[in-house]
């Protein structure tokens, strides 16, 4: 596609329950981030996809935070049992090596409230 | 990852020129320095990446001085919708990922 591409743009969930967020990046892009981002906050790396593959997952704060990505194309954030600390945006960003030198293209965001 | 510094908020009028330096003084050789804007309620957008001297595209420059241990976003002539949280990136490719790492940024505030 033209951009990158997140949904839903916002979600509400109950505490306790799982979320997914999908993130399509930009066609033909190799590498994909995952980024949180907190009211007023600077931005929080969680995870980087090369391919299919997770080669640096150390920014996930917990067990109950895992990601994919297959077709090396769409990947999912999945939030088990979110708590009322998960409520963020959630950005993804993708680039077109993994050098990253020609910078990132964020989506808009997935904004999560956890009620 | 080289830690980068910048001011929290700066003030500007509409037409002047606005000069945002960062810090990063353990920069690392292969690391280069991009500069990223956001608005509320949007993603980041690149505006600008350097490793060395000058670079300047339509919408900013940036210097970086011999020793590349701070740098300078400079933006001509802004305007009202200048007004956002700009971004200074330090970061390079390690062999295994290019995870860059996104500071607090400066709020610029552009008014009439």
Redesign the interface.
Known sequence: GAGVSQSPSNKVTEKGKDVELRCDPISGHTALYWYRQSLGQGLEFLIYFQGNSAPDKSGLPSDRFSAERTGGSVSTLTIQRTQQEDSAVYLCASSLEVTGYYGYTFGSGTRLTVV | LAKTTQPISMDSYEGQEVNITCSHNNIATND?I?W?QQFP??????II?GYKTKVTNEVASLFIPADRKSSTLSLPRVSLSDTAVY?CLV???TG??????????TRLQVTL
């Not at chain 2, 309620?41 to 690149?46: A, D, I, K, L």
């Open positions: 280069y991009t990223y309620s949007q993603g980041p957008r690149f990446q971004y970061g390079g490719y295994t990922a290019s995870k860059l790492t996104f500071g607090t940024g």
